[in-house]
C-alpha cells in the first residue's frame, strides 16, 4: 500500500464514529425513515425502483441504504473496512437489504456488466489518483445502456483556497489538473468541526476536460454536464448556508461553478 492510500486510508478509518454522530449525515432522521438522499441526487437519479445499482466509495452506506429505501437493488463499495462493517450494521438495523463490499474502487471485486446504474457523489474523485481507470470500472460494471450519474465538487471551486477568512477573496490555491496529489494537513472534521483529528490526506486535481474525455474513452456517452451553484458541504469559508443541505455564494456574488452534475449511458467498453 503506498503512503497515498495509506494515509487516505486512515483518515477514513478515523472519521467512520465521528461522521455516523454527526448532524451533518442526518443519521437519526435517517433511522426514523426519513429520505436523507440529497435532493440534487434524489431529481437526477430518477426511480431506481427494480434497478441494480452501484454506489462506488460508499462511505458507511447512508446514501447506499437510502437508494435501497427507494426501491433500488444495491450495492457500496469502499476502501475502508471500519466504513463497511458500519454500513452492513446499519442495514441489518434499519431493515434494508443491501450488499456491501470492501475493495478498490477503480478495480471493485464485482462481476461485470451487473448493474443498471453507477452512481457516486460529494467529494469522491479527488481521492481518486487515476481517473480514467475510475471511469472504466464503473463502464466495466454496467449492462449496456447502464447510467452514470456523477454529482461533485466543480474543478473551478476546488482550485480555491479554503484557509482564508469568510471576508477574503476567493485565492486560488490548489491546479485546476494535476498527476501528483496535493497534500493536505487538517486537524478537525468537515463534518463536525468540533471533533479534533489529526493527520495528512493526499487529493488529485481532475479538470473538466479529463473527466468528460475519461468517460468517452471508457465507453460512455455523455448525456448531460450540469454546472451548480451549490454544493453539499462548507467547501469553502465565504460560503453561506442556503438551506439544511447546500451551501453556496452570497447574493449578488458572480457565479463560480461550485458542483457538477455528470450523466451518461454506457455504450461499450474500451
Known amino acids: 500500500m503506498d503512503l497515498y492510500r495509506q494515509s487516505n486510508l486512515a483518515y477514513w478509518e478515523s472519521v467512520v464514529s465521528i461522521h455516523l454522530a454527526s448532524k451533518f449525515y442526518r443519521v437519526d432522521e435517517f433511522r426514523r425513515g426519513v429520505n436523507v438522499l440529497d435532493p440534487i441526487v434524489r431529481e437526477r437519479i430518477g426511480d431506481v425502483r427494480g434497478k441494480r445499482l452501484l454506489h462506488l466509495q460508499c462511505h458507511f452506506g ?32 434499519t431493515g434494508l437489504s443491501a450488499s456491501f463490499v470492501e475493495g478498490d474502487v477503480t478495480a471493485p471485486p464485482l462481476p461485470p456488466a451487473a448493474f443498471d446504474i453507477v452512481f457516486a457523489s460529494w467529494g469522491a474523485i479527488m481521492w481518486i489518483e487515476d481517473i480514467s481507470a475510475w471511469m472504466r470500472a464503473a463502464a466495466k ?77 471508457a465507453g460512455f456517452e455523455i448525456r448531460s454536464f450540469e454546472e451548480l451553484d451549490r454544493v453539499h458541504w462548507a467547501a469553502l469559508p465565504q460560503l453561506i448556508k442556503r438551506d439544511e443541505v447546500y451551501w453556496a455564494l452570497p447574493d449578488g456574488a458572480p457565479f463560480l461553478p461550485l458542483a457538477f452534475a455528470l450523466e451518461a449511458r454506457r455504450v461499450g467498453v474500451k
Open 62 to 93: 447512508l446514501d447506499t441504504l437510502s437508494l435501497a429505501r427507494m426501491g433500488a437493488e444495491v450495492t457500496g463499495v469502499d476502501f475502508s473496512p471500519r466504513a463497511i462493517e458500519t454500513a452492513k450494521a446499519l442495514a441489518s438495523e
Open 141 to 217: 460494471a454496467l449492462a449496456v445502456g447502464g447510467r452514470l450519474l456523477l454529482v461533485e465538487g466543480h474543478p473551478a471551486m476546488m482550485m480555491m483556497d479554503e484557509h482564508v477568512s469568510p471576508r477574503s477573496p476567493f485565492t486560488m490555491r490548489y491546479p485546476y489538473q494535476s498527476r501528483m496529489p496535493e497534500m493536505n494537513e487538517f486537524d478537525r472534521d468537515y463534518a463536525d468541526p468540533s471533533a479534533r483529528i489529526e493527520g495528512e490526506i493526499f487529493i488529485w486535481s481532475h479538470g473538466v476536460g479529463e473527466i468528460l474525455n475519461a468517460a468517452i474513452a
